[in-house]
Nanobody, 119 residues
Framework: QVQLVESGGGLVQAGGSLRLSCAAS????????MGWYRQAPGKQRELVAI???????NYANSVKGRFTISRDNAKNTVYLEMNSLKPEDTAVYYC?????????????WGQGTQVTVSS
């Protein structure tokens, strides 16, 4: 099975920056679309940004111009560069990947990493 492990969360002041990473481990798989989602307390999980295997990206309106998603296919890793952070960006951030393996297509999720932005 494929495991996704996030890193890079933490506490930052408003206006600051953080870089999240998510690495996939395992063998015999290919990851198509990868993405970042977030869930704030009392709210539903929402899409932040996604990137196709070919590098096409899509962002939530709330993060456009501030966040940048990228990936390294050789390392099976996706990144989220977050700049000009706002208190409303506070949430648990989850990595997501659409994985093709011997089990067919599956969706994998990381365990989440906390991002807290103080005002």
């Amino acid at each position: 099975q494929v495991q996704l492990v996030e890193s890079g969360g933490g506490l930052v002041q408003a206006g600051g920056s953080l870089r999240l990473s998510c690495a996939a481990s395992g063998s015999g798989f290919t990851i198509n679309t990868m993405g970042w989602y977030r869930q704030a307390p009392g709210k539903q999980r929402e899409l932040v940004a996604i990137v196709s295997r070919g590098g096409e990206t899509n962002y939530a309106n709330s993060v456009k111009g501030r966040f940048t998603i990228s990936r390294d296919n050789a390392k099976n890793t996706v990144y989220l560069e977050m700049n000009s952070l706002k208190p409303e960006d506070t949430a648990v951030y989850y990595c997501n990947g659409n994985v093709l393996s011997a089990y067919g297509w599956t969706t994998s999720w990381g365990q989440g990493t906390q991002v807290t932005v103080s005002s």
